[in-house]
């Protein structure tokens, strides 16, 4: 607060009665993205994939990882960072499914930030044992379409979900996430005959903000589209192993 006003800024020029506000938002994305590259750096270092999921409140994302988690742990170690303003619900139920996970509690904030995955990341790897690496990283950002689409948290892929109850107007509403995302999922689709929800107009809307979206459509309850989607993500894995 300045000392001299009151006003919310941390600093004012007020010689000659001018006021200057002292902009801090380029250095919040600057320092951000130093984090974020340097997270990167590491990941790429270890061969792990990293993959940043965001979406509105209740779209699925939580459901997603756990059935991943389900079809995958077979063949490799994962990790998961959950992102939430309270509570450590969302690390439990993916634990429960055999992952490793850290729950990243913001307190009221709306995203995640390069800083705390990088603090929660190395918690994490304090749970694997000895001798063991982890193979793929989901962080799984807080429920919110807006904030988390500006800053990058280090990922190698990030993945924008809809969920048909949700309606079909959120590439139009919220389209930096479509644009800034590798991919999008339309989730629930077994809901699909309860809803007024068309499935090709929404795809072809978010393909025209970002014509190299991979598009999946899928149900955790039914498991339809689970294989592609399975598919896609360990190809992933195996090219950023090499192997």
């Given at each position: 607060?300045?000392?001299v ?12 009665g001018?006021?200057?506000?002292v ?8 320092e951000?993205d ?15 994939l ?18 991943t ?18 509570t450590e ?24 930030e ?12 304090h ?5 063991e ?7 799984e950002?807080?429920?919110?379409l ?5 800053f ?7 993945v ?6 949700e ?9 930096k ?29 978010a393909l ?14 039914s ?21």
């Amino acid at each position: 607060m300045c000392d001299v006003c009151g006003c919310g800024a941390d600093s004012h020029d007020h010689s000659h009665g001018n006021v200057k506000t002292v902009k801090l938002e380029e250095s919040l994305f600057k320092e951000n993205d130093r984090l974020a590259q340097e997270n990167r750096k590491h990941f790429d270092g270890k061969n792990l994939l990293a993959v940043n999921l965001i979406s509105s409140p209740g779209s699925g994302k939580t459901s997603l990882l756990e059935k991943t988690i389900e079809l995958l742990k077979s063949r490799y170690t994962i990790g998961v960072l959950e992102g939430d303003i309270e509570t450590e619900r969302d690390a439990d139920r993916v634990r429960a499914k055999g992952a490793y996970a850290i729950q990243l509690t913001t307190g009221g904030a709306c995203h995640l930030e390069a800083g705390l995955v990088h603090k929660g990341f190395h918690s994490l790897e304090h749970q694997l044992k000895e001798g063991e690496d982890l193979d793929v990283l989901f962080i799984e950002n807080v429920g919110n379409l807006v904030c988390p689409t500006s800053f990058d948290l280090g990922e190698h892929v990030r993945v924008v979900l809809v969920s048909v109850p949700e309606g079909p107007d959120k590439p139009a509403k919220y389209p930096k996430a479509f644009r800034t995302a590798d991919v999008f999922i339309i989730s629930k689709i077994d809901l699909l005959p309860h809803f007024d929800f068309d499935l090709e107009k929404v795809k072809k809307e978010a393909l025209s903000l970002n014509p190299k979206l991979k598009v999946f459509t899928l149900s955790t309850v039914s498991g339809e589209g689970m294989d592609e989607w399975i598919s896609y993500v360990e190809e992933l894995i195996k090219n950023k192993k090499g192997l």
